[in-house]
């Protein structure tokens, strides 16, 4: 059974890349009145507490969300703040929302999310957290969830693919999931976050899914200096096929904004 438990990092600066990106696709997509499927392969709890012994142990939430807030990287009016701010108005300031939250707080009625989780505390803890919001939790592999379920209903939707990388064939796999879900469902947004650590064991993924050509392919990544002593992450990426239209400039915003923030390492 894995052991990653995202607690310990949650609200990290790979989560505010990581999320704001995705917010503000969401936010692109449902600005139209077509419904759409969100789909997520790898869950996690969904709501964390950065109070938590296992966050203030790490101290990776002080160094990323809220020194991000703190210094304006997302300006108000942005979908992630937005999501943020109203799951934190149920559940308390210091509460951080993980990607199957903000979705489901940005997604309207009509729309569809299905989310998977593996590990089973993060399961019953995703169940409790997801239980107000109109959406669909399995305790299954997430690429088996998501190969069943595409080409979904609607078929104008988004898939976050967000493995912690324990399992290090991810690496090696990842390219060949995306080619078969991309033909499955090919006017799917396809979301691919990865972990930047030193030595680089990111490249020949990234090597491999770029040669495959894939439609609409946006490549975005930032660096960090690590969090704390020792930490091997040093920065994010993520890698979007049929990304939505204006995704590599609002990358380039935030990038921006990073840099003036001195987040850049």
Known sequence: MLSYQHIYHAGNPADVHKHALLCWMLGYMTAKPKPMTYL????????????????RRTGEAAAGVSRALDAGVV???????????????AHGGRAYAGSPLLAATLLRQGDRAELAEL???EHAALAHAMSPHDVRVHRRDGFDMVHSLCPPTPRRGLMLI????EVKADYDTIPGQIARL???????VICLWYPIL??????????????LGLPGAVRHELRFPPVRAGHRMVGSGLFVVNAPYGLAAEAARLAARWRDAGFAA
């Open 40 to 55: 997520e392969t790898h869950a996690g709890r969904g709501l964390y507490d950065l109070d938590a012994p296992e966050a």
């Open 75 to 89: 300006n108000p009016e942005h979908p992630y703040r937005a999501a943020l701010s109203a799951v934190r108005a």
């Open 119 to 121: 590990h089973p505390q």
């Open 162 to 165: 967000d493995p912690s990388y």
């Open 182 to 188: 991309n033909r499955k469902w090919n006017v799917g």
């Open 198 to 211: 030193t030595g680089a064991p990111h490249g020949p993924m990234l090597t491999a899914l770029e040669a």
